[in-house]
């Protein structure tokens, strides 16, 4: 029985034996439909190319950003004799984390700034030439201050627990030792420590005990403070009478111990 045609169209359909091929579109034949899915397939495909040039940038945005973060952060936490590795930000603090020391100018706290590294903190302290004072919690008996000065970074190498006897800067017998009461200066040497204790060191405030400083000797000459221009860098490290002797670094092979050293650039304005 024939197509009525109820369904609309001429009752055949193209393509199907026995049926008319349609000449063009009609009424209730036609093409548009097609045309449709063919536009909105190109669509798609435009769209998905364009977001996948869209996530390339921003990619490639930022792995610059980061880039730049990582320079522009300082992430090196050694100068010449150390290694790199990123940092986190600075932060402001009115003593040292670490040994809990300060520095005094004309009675005010000089300002200081902390900067994390995978490796150690290091306190950048912002000094005027002017003379100061290195204020620290009393030593107590026979507890002694090192403090090893060079003109670079190389000196921020501790390795916590390696033995102090292989320290060039630290060892027993590397110490100068100055007046019996201090002498005001600090000797700037990669091989020695500014060795401070009993009267070497005075009373500060508040049952503190501080070390006045007012010029640093260098091999070539002595520099009143007043003359620094360059920054400085200083190694300090908190010595129990267990860790001070040629017996107890030999022989009992003392070490650095977690939380006696800490390491401080001094900027001068």
């Given at each position: ?63 610059i950003v ?75 008996a026979s ?89 400085l860098y ?36």
């Amino acid at each position: 029985m024939a197509d009525t045609g109820e369904h609309g169209g001429n009752g055949l359909k193209a393509g199907v034996p026995g049926g008319k091929e349609s000449a063009g579109p009609t009424p209730g034949n036609s093409v548009e439909p097609k045309e449709k899915q063919r536009l909105s397939a190109r669509i798609s495909i435009i769209s998905r190319r364009s977001l996948g040039v869209a996530v390339g940038l921003a990619t490639i945005v930022g792995a610059i950003v980061g880039i730049y973060q990582i320079f522009a952060g300082g992430g090196s936490a050694q100068g010449k004799g150390g290694s790199t590795s990123s940092s986190r930000p600075f932060s402001g603090v009115d003593r040292s984390p670490i040994l809990g020391l300060q520095f005094q100018q004309d009675g005010s706290l000089a300002p200081m700034t902390v900067q994390s590294y995978q490796t150690a903190d290091i306190v950048t302290v912002s000094l005027q030439r002017a003379p100061f004072y290195l204020i620290f919690p009393a030593l107590g008996a026979s507890h002694a201050l090192g403090i090893n000065v060079r003109d670079d970074r190389s000196g921020f190498n501790i390795v916590e627990g390696a033995p102090i006897v292989d320290n060039p800067s630290f060892r027993a017998g590397t110490g100068f030792v100055g007046y019996q009461y201090g002498g005001g200066s600090l000797i700037v040497a990669p091989d020695g420590q500014n060795y401070f204790i009993g009267t070497r060191v005075e009373s500060g405030p508040d049952g503190t005990q501080r070390i006045y400083v007012a010029s640093f000797i260098s091999p070539r000459s002595t520099t009143p403070i007043t003359e620094q221009r360059n920054s400085l860098y200083l190694t300090v490290f908190w010595q129990t009478p267990a860790q001070q002797t040629i017996a107890a670094q030999v022989s009992d092979r003392a070490r650095f111990a977690q939380g006696s050293f800490e390491y401080f650039i001094l900027k001068f304005h």
